[in-house]
């Protein structure tokens, strides 16, 4: 026997049944991020290796442990996508849409990819939407950008998250800070584990983004060091950053947005600038980050372009899912909302018939030329609202019989009006129930 396939690690199939709670996922999203007047640009699901490189930075867990990173025919360095926005700076650059109008709003959604190790909330592919906004400097697109973070967990039938901020200030800022968390960690270096210590020499604020609950657990712990709470990087902000970041956080009480200052909140890269923000589902246990985003103005110049401001978020799609089904949040199975039942005579006008009436409803029929009994158990299978049958002696008559499936009550009509019966019923026009 030939030997059976199963799915890749970290990967899963969507079947039906749990499609519908996905599908009305997106469904949700893409009318926010339209609503808000965001475009939607669809990038390649690979790239060349070099552009995360660069982006996400070498010495970052993604590219140097998380990157699924091959060679094709050609012998390209090519690595699946981790992330969105590296692909959406290097589209905007190639196109030049810088040329067509200062200010781009977009937004994508899609697959990601990431080698970690499999667990609750946590895949190798797994699904991303985000939105940018590129070409401003303004605070009011990063509180546009939070609000419409903040909108789609709303509609998605999350109210109550609370924004996480900070503000990352630029890089000489940056800097100084990392230079007051070498010192306050030092006494404390080899407690920390090997990544950190690591970390510490090349890139000191990526050890607040650890993800070892110990070291958490010692980072939060005010005053667990002689040398005091940890240092924050709003009390090192150059002039401009500290502006910039009371101007977002007015905005978004302006909005009553609810939202709290996270000291330990940085992304350690140098093209990230200013506003950092995450939201948390705490009820996820470890993996409780339902997104995050921030400004990188300095992301598109360290990609060749002009220096070209940009902010935004991505939020992944698979923990939404998981808490909307946690909190039984969710869409129901799609079913069909007539099913049409034929006999030996009018088979033929059946097929004719339903093809026409997939035009505007959603219709199951039977595909095996079975007996009228086999297809009358089906049509209660498939959870179908109605029942049309297409009797012989009916058919010839003119005439169908319609039956509610859910009462029994049947009645006959017309058949040249079948269209137009099912079409004044705007029940036949949902396709989807909500058992
Ligand atoms: P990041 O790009 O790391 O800031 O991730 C943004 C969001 O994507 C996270 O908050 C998660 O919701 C989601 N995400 C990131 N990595 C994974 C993963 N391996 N599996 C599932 N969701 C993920």
Not at 312 to 322: A, C, E, I, K, N
Request: glycine share 12%; net charge negative.
């Amino acid at each position: 026997m030939a030997p059976r396939h199963q799915a890749p690690r970290g990967t899963r199939d969507l079947l039906p049944g749990e499609i519908e709670r996905w599908q009305r996922v997106e469904e949700l999203a893409r009318g926010v991020v339209e609503r808000y007047g965001y475009r939607e640009i669809r990038t390649p699901i690979f790239e060349d290796y070099e552009l995360f490189a660069r982006t996400s930075g070498e010495s970052s867990d993604v590219v140097q442990k998380e990157m699924y990173r091959f060679q094709d025919l050609g012998e390209r360095d090519l690595a699946l996508r981790p992330e969105g926005t590296a692909g959406v700076c290097r589209a905007y650059l190639e196109h030049g849409m810088a040329g067509h109008g200062r200010i781009h709003r977009l937004w994508y959604m899609g697959p990601m990819f990431r080698y970690g190790r499999p667990q609750k909330g946590r895949f190798r592919q797994f699904w991303q939407i985000g939105a940018e906004v590129i070409g401003t400097e303004a605070p009011g697109a990063d509180v546009e950008i939070i609000a419409l973070f903040v909108d789609l967990f709303a509609t998605w039938g999350m109210p109550d998250l609370t924004v996480a901020v900070n503000s990352v200030g630029t890089p000489e800022s940056r800097r100084t800070y990392g230079r007051l968390l070498v010192d306050w960690l030092g006494p404390v270096r080899d407690k920390l584990s090997p990544d950190s210590q690591r970390r510490l020499e090349t890139n000191p604020l990526r050890v607040l983004d650890t993800k070892d609950p110990d070291e958490q657990a010692l980072l939060q712990s005010e005053g667990w060091l002689a040398s005091g709470a940890m240092p924050r990087m709003i009390d090192v902000l150059d002039d401009d950053s500290r502006k910039h970041f009371d101007a977002v956080l007015a905005g978004l009480t302006q909005l009553g947005i609810p939202h709290e200052i996270d000291h330990g909140l940085v992304r350690g890269l140098d093209y990230y600038t200013r506003t950092a923000f995450e939201v948390h589902d705490r009820s996820l246990g470890a993996q409780s980050a339902l997104g995050g985003g921030g400004r990188y103005d300095g992301l598109i110049e360290a990609l060749g372009g002009p220096s070209t401001p940009g902010v935004g978020f991505s939020t992944g799609l698979d923990r939404t899912v998981m808490v909307l089904e946690e909190r039984k949040l969710a869409a129901g199975a799609s079913k069909p909302a007539i099913y049409v039942a034929a006999m030996d005579g009018t088979r033929n006008e059946a097929l004719m018939l339903v093809r026409q009436l997939r035009r505007r409803f959603t219709i199951d029929v039977d595909l095996e030329v079975r007996g009228l009994s086999a297809q009358m158990k089906a049509a209660g299978k498939s959870g179908a609202a109605w029942l049309l049958l297409l009797g012989e002696e009916e058919w010839k008559k003119g005439e169908a019989v319609l039956r509610d499936l859910g009462s029994g009550e049947q009645r006959t009509i017309a058949r040249d009006r079948i269209e137009d019966e099912l079409g004044t019923r705007t029940e036949f026009t949902a396709t989807r129930g909500n058992a």
